[in-house]
């Protein structure tokens, strides 16, 4: 299978915000990795021993609950412990675990400003894939300017899952998705875009990019 490439992010601190810019709070991160690119669809389609019709392109249509199984199935190619265990729907994550998993949100913001406090880590014309290209889907990954990180594709072309709840003090189980997409318009896609779905909603600009290192502890 090919491999998932990752760069390894150091321990830091960021001012994280919200889309309308009423939120910013700093926000401390322990160093993890996590993938340069979006899993693709060469990769899930090796993984479900199926062909894919455009290699390069980041993997849609990947319900969150589908993004986790694929955390796992990911772990169990490379010989990794696999993080997440389910009761039906219920999904409980292994602190001891040194599998593949979902980037929390606070992660997933980390590494997408790599110490950019603009609402984006560049121009988006030359960072990100939206609207503004007049696409009618997902294109290949890495065609435009990585992050300091070495990242591309966090902002613009899909969105992606992130571990959190999309609103942790209400009472829906929709989780969150994040950086925006080739469907967005280009003032919309942005380090503090966030999104949510239910576990078992998919989307044709939502992917999916891994991590890996110990489980965060809440706050």
Do not use: K
């Amino acid at each position: 299978m090919s491999d998932v490439e990752m760069a390894r992010i150091p321990a830091g601190r960021v001012l994280r915000g919200d889309q309308r810019g009423a939120e910013r709070r700093e926000i401390e991160v322990a160093s993890f990795e996590i993938g340069v690119y979006p899993v693709t669809e060469e990769q899930l389609a090796e993984l479900l021993g199926i062909p894919s019709r455009h290699p390069r392109r980041p993997a849609t249509e990947l319900s969150w609950l589908r993004a986790i199984r694929l955390c796992n199935a990911l772990s169990e190619w490379e010989g990794l412990d696999p993080l997440y265990s389910f009761d039906g729907e219920v999904v409980t994550p292994d602190p001891d675990a040194d599998g593949f998993r979902l980037p929390t949100e606070d992660e997933w913001e980390y590494a997408c400003r790599a110490g950019s406090t603009g609402t984006a880590y560049g121009p988006v014309r030359e960072v990100a894939w939206t609207a503004g290209d007049g696409l009618s889907g997902p294109v290949d990954v890495g065609a435009r300017m990585p992050n300091l990180h070495g990242l591309f594709d966090t902002l613009g072309n899909v969105w992606e899952w992130c571990s959190d709840l999309y609103d942790p003090e209400g009472e829906s189980d929709a989780r969150v998705f994040r950086g925006g997409g080739w469907s967005d318009a280009p003032a919309l896609v942005r380090a503090a875009a966030r999104r949510g779905g239910r576990p078992r909603d998919a989307f044709d600009d939502v992917g999916v990019r891994v991590a890996r290192g110990p489980l965060p502890s809440r706050s």
